[in-house]
C-alpha cells in the first residue's frame, strides 16, 4: 500500500515536468560565420525581395564607458522553410560626439569580431561584399549564424554610439536580398569622469590641501581653513558634522550649511551645539566653488 501511495503521489509531478520539457523551445546549434574571400564579391547594384532572415544582438551595453572593451553576440537566424545559400552579415559602427554638427565629427573607436582564433577589425566600409564583415555559405531552415563581437570608444567624450546590423543574400553577381529591416542600436558615452586631484573638478571638496585661499574648494562646502603661511589664524571654532564633506553620491550637491548635521551625524550633538551659542555658527567661513564643466572633449 505504501508503494502504491508513493507512486499516486509521483505521477502528477512527472506529468507536470514532462509538459514543461515539450513547451520548452529547442534552440539548434549555430553555424560559424565564415571569412570573405575574393571571390565573394557581389556589388548588390539591384535589390530584389526582402529575404527570410532575423538579425539580431545579444549582450550589447546601454552605456559605453571611455576605453573599455564591450562584447556582443551577432546572430542572424534562417526564417524560410528550406536551404539558404550565402547569407552575408553586415554590421556597421559610428560615434557622434554631443558637440558636433550634425554628425560631421566622430569619436575613434576599434570594431572587431572574433574568426579564426583572433579579433581583426570589421571592414564595414570596403567595396568588397558591399561592406559585409562574414559569410554563412550553408543554413538550414531554423539554423543561425552567430559571431562574436566588440566595441571600444577609445576617445572620451560624451555623445552617442549607434551600431547598426542586417544581413542579405545575393543572387548572381549583382543581386542582394537584404533582411527586411536594419537593425540600430544607441548607445551613451558618458561625459569622463575628472581624474583625481582636480582642483577645478567637480566633486573635489574644500579644505586643506586645495592650494586655494581662504574658502577655495570644489563644488561643496568647506570650513575655508587651509592655515597658509602668512595668513592671520582664526580663533579655532568647533565645526559641525558634514562642513566640508564630499557631497555624497552627487558630486554637484552643494554641501551641508553651518549649524546642519549630514544625514549621518550624531543627533546627540543638537543639545551641544546649541549650548555653544550662536557664536559657532555666525563665526564659521563657508565658501562654495562651483563649476559647471561644458559639454565636449
Known amino acids: 500500500m505504501t508503494h502504491r501511495r508513493l507512486i499516486a503521489a509521483t505521477t502528477p509531478l512527472l506529468a507536470a515536468s514532462a509538459l514543461l520539457l515539450a513547451a520548452a523551445p529547442a534552440h539548434a546549434a549555430a553555424v560559424p560565420i565564415d571569412d570573405l574571400w575574393p571571390n565573394d564579391s557581389v556589388e ?14 545579444t549582450g550589447l551595453p546601454q552605456t559605453l564607458e571611455p576605453g573599455t572593451w564591450a562584447e556582443f553576440t551577432y546572430r542572424a537566424t534562417n526564417l524560410s522553410d528550406g536551404e539558404m545559400e550565402y547569407l552575408y552579415t553586415y554590421a556597421s559602427f559610428w560615434t557622434y560626439p554631443a558637440d558636433s ?3 560631421s565629427d566622430v569619436y575613434d573607436f576599434d570594431f572587431q569580431w572574433y574568426t579564426n582564433g583572433h579579433w581583426t577589425d570589421v571592414q564595414f566600409e570596403s567595396d568588397l561584399a558591399h561592406g559585409a ?3 554563412a555559405r550553408i543554413m538550414q531552415s531554423g539554423i543561425s549564424a552567430e559571431a562574436r563581437m566588440r566595441v571600444r570608444v577609445t576617445e572620451p567624450g560624451p555623445g552617442t554610439a549607434e551600431l547598426t546590423t542586417s544581413a542579405f543574400t545575393r543572387v548572381g553577381e549583382a543581386e542582394c536580398h537584404w533582411a527586411p529591416e536594419r537593425q540600430t ?52 571654532t568647533p565645526s559641525a558634522p558634514g562642513q566640508g564633506g564630499s557631497g555624497g553620491p552627487s558630486g554637484n550637491a552643494p554641501g551641508p550649511q553651518g549649524g546642519q548635521l549630514a544625514a549621518s551625524g550624531a543627533v546627540g550633538t543638537l543639545p551641544l551645539l546649541a549650548a555653544a551659542g550662536g557664536a559657532v555658527a555666525l563665526g564659521g567661513v563657508l565658501a562654495r566653488g562651483a563649476r559647471r564643466r561644458g559639454l565636449g572633449a
Open 133 to 135: 564583415f562574414g559569410i
Open 101 to 103: 554638427e550634425e554628425g
Open 185 to 236: 542600436y544607441e548607445i551613451a558615452l558618458p561625459e569622463p569622469d575628472d581624474q583625481p586631484g582636480d582642483p577645478n573638478g567637480p566633486g573635489d571638496s574644500g579644505g586643506p590641501g586645495d592650494g586655494g585661499g581662504p574658502g577655495d574648494g570644489g563644488d561643496t562646502g568647506g570650513t575655508g581653513d587651509t592655515g597658509q603661511p602668512g595668513e592671520p589664524t582664526p580663533d579655532p
Open 44 to 57: 548588390c547594384s539591384t535589390s530584389g525581395p526582402a529575404a527570410p532572415v532575423d538579425v539580431e544582438v
